[in-house]
């Protein structure tokens, strides 16, 4: 699906999409628990899919209806000798059920795009080597198998927080108790924090100290009713429009989220008010959205930006090679990226959204001040199918080919 986006200014109100972080969280817990539970405002995303899907191959019974989701848990008494889960390009996906589905199968086999299989796995590796189990690449998958088993977890805490989840959501449901050591500092997290919070609706209990977590065993999980909370990440494309003329309100935002990216609003209020330096470490996600609006503000620069290299694309690189066709040439350095204040031009030649969800939707809000066209669009149904919908009824003009 190629978009071409036509000089636009964006007005009105809009709601919220939902949190694809926490919706992740709530349907693994509400499948682990005993009984009935209910999720409304899931989202309808490819990610949310995936793990959907996934944790029905795990056991959970998930029936959908439109928005909601009416989740039976899983059996975790019994255990398949094989099963095969398909991520797609789910990284959440991937890293939260690694761990976890070892409770029920002897050997799991994980499929999805071959970016996803590139991303980086090796503190399981680790992990899993230390501990009884295994996980190796092949070459059209990646292969679990083993028991795993309580004890003391040394992880390293600068390379995802999505290791720690998947640990979180597994361990409580062994026998013995645990400690996770990290043994450097946690990056991200705030994402750490949304899991403690979902597991603790749901009876779990993690004990976080400066540098470890304890988590005793055999807890159970209980079935709940709830609903999942506005997208900060998401909606930082929507409020964007403000910093370029446009008038619109976001609705049904948590103020008192877990969520880091909600960051995003005092670094917009400083991207106005000159060339701020912005440490992005607990919120990578917030980069290409960030670069997008730098070049139409005052320029910036940007600090902890390294692991925007391993996510669904390299991110600094991608916006790096479609900024220059806006006229915009951006500096790119191993934890820094330095945005110049430019006066940005319609580019001549189509964008490339790097079949990446984030590339694509800072790029639409490029376009709606100068025009352009963006190549392969759809990849926005990873997190917010919804997005060019919702854009146009705030008044941005585009043509779909």
């Not at 989202?43 to 039976?72: H, R, W």
């Not at 789910?90 to 761990?99: A, E, V």
């Not at 004890?151 to 400690?179: H, M, N, W």
């Not at 749901?202 to 976080?208: A, L, T």
Request: charged share 25%; glycine share 8%; hydrophobic share 35%.
């Amino acid at each position: 699906m190629n978009v071409t986006i036509k000089p636009s200014v964006a007005t009105g109100e809009i709601n919220a999409p939902p949190s694809k972080s926490c919706a992740h969280r709530l349907l693994i817990c509400a499948s682990l628990s005993e009984g009935k539970s209910v999720i409304d405002n899931i989202g309808t995303n490819d990610d949310i899919i995936a793990t959907i899907s996934c944790l029905k191959e795990l056991g959970a019974n998930i029936e959908t209806k439109g928005n909601k989701a009416v989740v039976y848990g899983i059996d975790i008494k019994r255990k398949k000798e094989c099963i095969n889960l398909f991520c797609n390009e789910s990284g959440s996906t991937l890293r939260f059920l690694i761990p976890l589905s070892l409770l029920f199968s002897k050997t799991v086999s994980f499929s999805g795009s071959p970016r996803l299989l590139e991303r980086p796995q090796s503190v399981y590796e680790e992990l899993f080597g230390e501990m009884g189990c295994y996980l190796k690449k092949t070459e059209k998958c990646l292969e679990a198998g083993g028991e795993l088993k309580s004890g003391a977890y040394k992880i390293r805490g600068d390379v995802s927080s999505q290791f720690l989840t998947g640990l979180f959501f597994t361990l409580p449901l062994l026998e013995g108790d645990s400690q996770i050591i990290l043994t450097t500092p946690l990056q991200s997290a705030p994402y750490v924090d949304i899991t403690i919070d979902v597991l603790s609706r749901f009876g779990v209990e993690i004990r976080k100290t400066d540098k470890s977590f304890y988590i005793k065993g055999n807890q159970k999980y209980l079935p709940q009713s709830t609903s999942v909370e506005g997208d900060w990440s998401n909606s930082a494309f929507l409020d964007a429009f403000n910093l370029i003329g446009g008038n619109v309100k976001v609705n049904g935002m948590n103020e008192a989220s877990y969520q880091g990216d909600k960051a995003y609003i005092q670094f917009f209020e400083e991207l106005k008010a000159g060339t701020p330096t912005l440490d992005i470490t607990d919120c990578p996600d917030l980069g290409p959205v960030l670069m997008a609006c730098a070049t139409l503000c005052n320029g910036a620069r940007l600090i902890g930006t390294k692991r925007l290299k391993i996510k669904e694309s390299d991110r600094a690189e991608a916006m790096k090679a479609e900024l220059s066709k806006f006229g915009v040439e951006i500096i790119v350095n191993d934890d820094e990226i330095i945005i110049p204040e430019s006066e940005i031009k319609a580019p001549t030649l189509s964008l490339n959204c790097h079949n990446d969800h984030r590339i694509a939707m800072s790029l639409a809000i490029l376009c709606s001040k100068v025009g352009g066209t963006l190549e392969n669009a759809q990849c926005v149904n990873k997190s917010y199918p919804e997005f060019f919908d919702d854009i146009k009824t705030l008044g941005i003009q585009y043509d779909i080919t």
